[in-house]
């Protein structure tokens, strides 16, 4: 729970600018997120106004920049090789490491690349950490967000043509369907793209080009692995995803890589790797909260609840995420910033979240602390929201159920009872 949130909207989107992939995973934050602590090749990137945005937000969601000097330098040095090697030596990267334990690396088209610790402890040798990097470095050297977001805004022409010209929702509707499935089609046919130039670079700074395989199948057993303690959760799986089905990236990748080397002849350098990765952190941090189980602690800020047996907890940047097996209830748990003279009956009505029902605001007590409920609607789900001031923070609790039953209402009283 990034503490620099304060005003972050119940719903928060991943922005438009992201070169790179998308992540097996995402944490929950409690500290502001630390000054970045970015790897500098000796070449300089040029910053736009839009980068620098992006760049904000995504320390913001992220946890922060990730310091450790010593990992710092190995993906520096890695870099300038791989760099050396490209087809645009001229071209300008800074690597950022970030403070999170999901599996994740995306690029900005300015030649900003960011990796995750998480990725970083999943890798084995910096042949396949080299392969990570090039893969994004390929989105940079092929305009991959350029050409992605001209796709977009013609896909968007198209959906308005039809929508202009036809009165049948049903056409408008397979017009939004075919569009989407052209871009997942084009998104999927770009990391396949970035797959072959990034070992392709690899192999010419002379790294083990079977490191991408390598470190796709990684991946493909770790998401294994999460869904396998998320099964039936909707989140696990997604046809649209802009990624290829693994297997097929994999065995591309070693049709590849077959092209320059065996597999025992390039360099994977493991011992130097595991000597750079020795200490760091693994998974989540706990100084800034962890999942254990249904339980959510919170050391370093002097808290924790319980969610029901029936949820599985996720730790995501913005907020402590909870789904019901069956997907049939959810809750957010996220922190804000009110001002200590706005009573709590007075943020819930504030208009922050809409359709709130004021006659049921309530100021209420939990463990000693000053709180507040009210209830609210969608069209498919009905919300219990409380409010509780701890210290100079307020803490919303935000249960949603697609129906309201005795049990929703007690899974809501208990969890927030719990704190």
């Not at 089609?185 to 490191?211: K, L, M, T, W």
């Not at 025992?264 to 020795?278: F, K, N, P, Q, W």
Request: aromatic share 8%; glycine share 6%.
């Amino acid at each position: 729970m990034s503490r620099g949130l304060w005003a972050a909207p119940v719903v928060l989107c991943m922005v438009w600018a992201l070169a790179g992939c998308g992540d097996l995973g995402s944490r929950f934050q409690a500290a502001s997120p630390a000054a970045p602590s970015p790897v500098k090749p000796a070449r300089m990137v040029a910053q736009t106004p839009a980068a620098e945005r992006e760049h904000e937000r995504i320390l913001s969601s992220y946890g922060g920049a990730y310091d450790d000097p010593r990992l710092e330098a190995l993906i520096s040095k890695t870099v300038d090789r791989l760099v050396a090697a490209s087809d645009r030596p001229d071209q300008a990267y800074k690597v950022t490491i970030l403070n999170s334990g999901a599996v994740n690396a995306f690029a900005l088209p300015t030649g900003q690349l960011y990796v995750t610790r998480g990725l970083i402890a999943l890798a084995c040798d910096t042949s396949e950490l080299s392969s990570v990097l090039s893969h994004e470095m390929a989105h940079v050297l092929a305009k991959h967000a350029a050409i992605r977001e001209d796709q977009a805004r013609q896909a968007a022409v198209v959906t308005r043509v039809v929508t202009d010209m036809s009165s049948d929702p049903d056409m408008t509707a397979l017009a939004l369907a075919k569009n989407k499935l052209t871009m997942a089609s084009f998104s999927r046919q770009q990391e396949f793209e970035a797959d072959s130039i990034g070992v392709a670079i690899s192999a010419r700074a002379h790294f083990d080009p079977f490191g991408a395989a390598r470190f796709l199948t990684a991946m493909e057993r770790n998401a294994e692995l999460k869904a396998g303690k998320a099964v039936g959760d909707p989140r696990a799986q997604d046809f649209l995803s802009s990624h290829p089905a693994t297997p097929e990236r994999v065995q591309s990748a070693q049709t590849r890589a077959r092209q320059y080397s065996s597999p025992a002849s390039a360099e994977r350098d493991r011992e130097t790797y595991l000597a750079a990765i020795d200490n760091i952190v693994y998974g989540e941090d706990p100084s800034e909260g962890f999942v254990r189980g249904h339980r959510f602690l919170h050391p370093k800020l002097g808290f924790t609840f319980t969610a029901p047996d029936t949820f599985t907890l996720d730790n995501t940047a913005q907020a402590v995420i909870g789904v019901r097996d069956g997907g049939t209830q959810a809750m957010r748990f996220d922190v804000v910033r009110v001002p200590s003279e706005q009573t709590l009956g007075d943020y819930l009505n504030s208009g922050w979240m809409e359709n709130v029902d004021k006659a049921s605001t309530e100021d209420i007590t939990i463990n000693g602390f000053p709180a507040a409920s009210a209830t609210a609607h969608s069209d498919q789900w009905e919300f219990k929201v409380y409010v509780l001031r701890f210290g100079s923070d307020v803490y919303r609790f935000i249960f949603a159920a697609k129906q309201k039953t005795t049990e929703s209402d007690r899974n809501a009283r208990e969890t927030v009872n719990s704190f």
